[in-house]
């Protein structure tokens, strides 16, 4: 993916994480690991409240309020909030992602849904239920999300199969 | 033809409807300092943030902001779907061209307002209704489209920190899709770099088609301390330059200007009644009251129109 990444970029794409993760947790460090700016970053938000200390400084506090859980429906929704454009691509590994994938690949024109499905014990994890892989709670990836993609023309990606390699520290 | 090239590029001024001010003056050093390689101030590209106000500090916003003029334009359009607003407040006086009365019922008045005509229909509907309306009509006074009715100076001032590898935001209480519709064409400022105050979006499944609704709620209002929250959930980044009008551009200014390091801060103050409007400490349109106070305890930059701006417009 980080290949992918690269080659969007590479051709004029503004790349953007859109996670159900933490805004400020995937901010730390999606810069250095994915070359992916802060202000590209869309994650679940709590709130901030601007004030200020005892020496009238202005602080940002964080308070202990979800303004945006960013999955499933929420994710065309904070695309839109922070974006405000239709993506012309999306890539994403279960139903959470669903929405967004709908989103991106109903706009006109050329457009692309994709879809990494976890079928690697050996080098990564497997989860399905899709493929009579392991149902299990890490993330779920249904039959039905697997025949839509099928439908639509949206590529699934088996990590098996399809990756040479995963992991950077795999070596070449 | 290398010849005229160099000529135009090596004269010309890039802030040219300026006069040469002190602003002018400290926009060129601050812009020098944080751009120079190995200097004491200097400031990484992707560091280089600069958030905007928009109204009043990029367009005009006198008689009443244009935001508004557009809703109550769309309060007349959609009337006849709405017989119950003939006898009801705010929407009675809204349709009568009685605005000081829409205004006497104060923010909840105009919130009202507005939520009405920003929300029922996707996003896609609010932007072709919006579009067709910024082709069409006409500012009340000066007969240009609302689109024309921007600030010539700060066109060039936007143009100038971009050519120095500024990113450029704006942060306005202006509603965010209301400016995303047009501030790439106007500003040259692409919609994920606009922040604004925001209803409710719902995502959901229309006849197997996906689609964003409008929902009639408010979810943010990004103003005073709003803007610096804004700036954290859209950007993460601490600006490092900052341009206001008014006291609702308070906080976004002091947040940028605590930072480490160099930073910027700018006022615009509306002083000039003959070519644009003059209005500061007891306006209820972008009152510029304690910012201006703090401003000049700070040392902070103060544009003074009336002397400073060769032109005001893009006319005339």
Known sequence: MQEVLQYLRANGYKTYIVSGGGQDFVRAYAEQVYGIPPEQVVGSMGGTKFGYDKDGKPVLAREPKLLLNDDVAGKPEGIHMVIGRRPYAAFGNSIGDRPMLEYTTAGTGARLGMLVLHDDPQREYAYGPAQGLPDTRIRTFTPALYDEATKNDRPVISMKYDWKRIFAFEGG | MALSRSDGAGTSDPLASWKDCHAKKSIIDFVARVTKAGGMDYVAPEERIATFDNDGTLWAEQPYY???????????????????WQDKEPFKSALAGDLKEVFAGGNPAIIEIVAATHSGMTRDEFEAELHEWLATTRHPKTNKLFT???????????????????????VSGGGIEFMRTFAEIT?????EQVIGSSGKVKFEMRDGKPVLIKLPELDFVNNNAGKPAAIQKHIGRRPIASFG????????????????GARFALLIH????IREWAYDRNSSVGKLDKAADEAKARGWTIVDMK???RRVFPFG
């Open chain 2, 148 to 170: 024309e009715m921007v600030f010539q100076p700060m066109l060039e001032l936007l143009t100038f920190l971009r050519a120095n590898d500024f990113k450029t935001f704006i």
């Open chain 2, 187 to 191: 500003y040259g400022v692409h919609p």
């Open chain 2, 307 to 309: 002397n400073d701006w």
């Open chain 2, 245 to 260: 009008n008014s006291d609702g551009d308070l906080e976004m200014l002091q947040w940028t200007t605590a930072g480490n």
């Open chain 2, 66 to 84: 244009f935001q508004l003029a557009y809703a109550l334009d769309q309060i007349k359009a959609k009337a006849p779907q709405h017989p119950e």
């Open chain 2, 270 to 273: 509306h002083n000039d009644a």
